[in-house]
T-cell receptor
Framework: AQRVTQPEKLLSVFKGAPVELKCNYSYSGSPELFWYVQYSRQRLQLLLRHISRESIKGFTADLNKGETSFHLKKPFAQEEDSAMYYCALSGQGAQKLVFGQGTRLTINP | DTGVSQDPRHKITKRGQNVTFRCDPISEHNRLYWYRQTLGQGPEFLTYFQNEAQLEKSRLLSDRFSAERPKGSFSTLEIQRTEQGDSAMYLC?????????????FGPGTRLTVT
C-alpha cells in the first residue's frame, strides 16, 4: 500500500534556526517524492521534487531509499517560511498524488 | 491564464441535496484531478482524467459521486444525496503530459458544508 507519514502536525522554530520537516513513505517500487506548500490564504503549490534535486527558497530534500524518507531541510528559517507543508508521493506509472497529513510550520521572530 | 479555477468557492447545502462543482484547468493542460481534503488531513485522491477519459477512480468515490470532463476542458464533480460526511474541501488540479515533470497545479478549492 502507498502511504506517506508526517509525524509532526505542528513544528515551531525561531527565525535563523535550522528546520527539518520529516516525511516517511511506504511504497513497493520506486516512487517519485514531492513537497507541497500552502501559505496562508493561498493555494497548494509544488515546492520541490526529488528528481529535480534543486534547492527552492533555501529548502532541500534528499530521498533516502534505505530509510524510506524524504525529509525537508533548511539551514536558516525565515518568517516567510511559516506555512503548511505536505509530503506526497506518486507511484510508477501512476498520476495521482498520495499526501501525508501535513506539518504546520511556524517561524517565531 | 490565471491558473486553475473552481466554482463555487463555498457551498452550504442540506443533507440529501445534490451539489455540483466545476473546475476549469489551465488551458493547455490535458490532465485533470479531483482531490478531497478534510480538516487536519492531507488531500486524498478521488479521480483523474486525461483529456475526456476518466482513467482512475478511488474507492473513496462512492456511487453517489460522479465526475465528468465532456470535452476534455472543464470538469464537473457531482455529489448526489449529500451526507454530513461529505463536508470537506474539494480540490481540482491540472497538469500537462507534454511539459517536463507533469507538475500538478492546484485550484483554490470548493469548501462544501453539509448541514
Amino acid at each position: 500500500a502507498q502511504r506517506v507519514t508526517q509525524p509532526e502536525k505542528l513544528l515551531s522554530v525561531f527565525k535563523g534556526a535550522p528546520v527539518e520537516l520529516k516525511c516517511n513513505y511506504s511504497y513497493s517500487g520506486s516512487p517519485e517524492l514531492f513537497w507541497y506548500v500552502q501559505y496562508s490564504r493561498q493555494r497548494l503549490q509544488l515546492l520541490l521534487r526529488h528528481i529535480s534535486r534543486e534547492s527552492i527558497k533555501g529548502f532541500t530534500a534528499d530521498l533516502n531509499k534505505g530509510e524510506t524518507s524524504f525529509h525537508l531541510k533548511k539551514p536558516f528559517a525565515q518568517e516567510e517560511d511559516s506555512a503548511m507543508y505536505y509530503c506526497a508521493l506518486s507511484g510508477q506509472g501512476a498520476q495521482k498524488l498520495v499526501f501525508g497529513q501535513g506539518t504546520r510550520l511556524t517561524i517565531n521572530p | 491564464d490565471t491558473g486553475v479555477s473552481q466554482d463555487p468557492r463555498h457551498k452550504i447545502t442540506k443533507r440529501g441535496q445534490n451539489v455540483t462543482f466545476r473546475c476549469d484547468p489551465i488551458s493547455e493542460h490535458n490532465r485533470l484531478y479531483w482531490y478531497r481534503q478534510t480538516l487536519g488531513q492531507g488531500p486524498e485522491f478521488l479521480t483523474y482524467f486525461q483529456n475526456e477519459a476518466q482513467l482512475e477512480k478511488s474507492r473513496l468515490l462512492s456511487d453517489r459521486f460522479s465526475a465528468e470532463r465532456p470535452k476534455g476542458s472543464f470538469s464537473t464533480l457531482e455529489i448526489q444525496r449529500t451526507e454530513q460526511g461529505d463536508s470537506a474541501m474539494y480540490l481540482c488540479a491540472s497538469s500537462s503530459i507534454r511539459r517536463a515533470g507533469d507538475e500538478q497545479y492546484f485550484g483554490p478549492g470548493t469548501r462544501l458544508t453539509v448541514t
